[in-house]
């Protein structure tokens, strides 16, 4: 099982947006509907922010989405906030019943 | 609401073992599936297991697999790791996770333990 792949760092202005990639395989993110996306701050454990691809816990803002195409999946923020500055992991279904998270990507709010 | 607290931080020598436990309140333990997540400092997350507080079916990271092993004790709502043969790559902060209830396949992790640091070093 191979770590999915993020970019290491993505950055964006108060107000803007900013989307980070997430690249698998036809084996993980690419077969199946189950990507999901958490938010860490230094720290604290990680805190679900999208599941199956698309879908936002209940308490989530809807500045937070996301998207699949082929083995990549992607997670947009709109209208950053200080608050969103973090770390940001995906992680995917993979297949056999394991599971893969990606190497994490560092967002910045300038 | 749903809580899971883990035990404490360990210091222990290369080649020992950790056993490491989640104790859940706040749901029907049995309902949900519980991962195992490590995070070595600076590093990024790893997976690395599954079990069924139902049935105790448990899924191991190939990585781990022989070393590690995963039970739940339904009497006290309480998930083990226990990791065996440390090295200082072990290193790591280890969480617990409560699945939503898809299982394993839905791979969506709701509610975390606070993390236990496991410092291995001679």
């Known amino acids: 099982q191979s770590a999915l792949t993020q970019p290491p760092s993505a950055a964006g202005s108060l107000g803007q947006s900013v989307t980070i990639s997430c690249t698998g395989t036809?084996?993980?993110?690419?077969?199946?509907?189950?990507v999901s996306w958490y938010q860490q701050h230094p720290g604290k454990a990680p805190n679900l922010m999208i599941y199956?691809?698309?879908k936002r816990p209940s308490g989530v803002p809807d500045r937070f989405s996301g998207s699949k195409s082929g083995n990549t999946a992607s997670l947009t923020v709109s209208g950053l906030q200080a608050e969103d500055e973090a770390d940001y992991y995906c992680?995917?279904?993979?297949?056999?019943?394991?599971?893969?998270f990606g190497g994490g990507t560092k967002l910045t709010v300038l | 609401q749903v809580q899971l607290v883990q035990s404490g931080g360990e210091v222990k020598k290369p080649g020992a073992s950790v056993k490491v436990s989640c104790t859940a309140s706040?749901?029907?333990?049995?309902?949900?599936?519980i991962i195992w997540v490590r995070q070595a400092p600076g590093q990024a997350l790893e997976w690395m297991g599954w079990?069924?507080?139902?049935?105790?079916?448990?899924k191991y990271a190939q990585r781990l697999q022989g070393r590690v092993t995963m039970t739940t004790d339904t009497s006290t709502n309480t998930a083990y790791m226990d990791l065996r043969s440390l090295t200082s790559d072990d290193t790591a902060v280890y969480y617990c996770?409560?699945?939503?209830?898809?299982?394993?396949?839905?791979?969506?992790?709701?509610?975390w333990g606070q993390g236990t640091l496991v410092t291995v070093s001679s």
């Open positions: 079990i069924s507080a139902y049935n105790g079916d448990t």
């Open positions: 036809s084996s993980d993110v690419g077969g199946y509907k189950y």
């Open positions: 706040g749901y029907t333990f049995t309902n949900y599936g």
């Open positions: 199956e691809v698309t």
């Open positions: 992680s995917s279904y993979a297949a056999n019943n394991f599971v893969v």
């Open positions: 996770a409560r699945a939503l209830p898809g299982g394993l396949i839905q791979a969506a992790f709701s509610s």
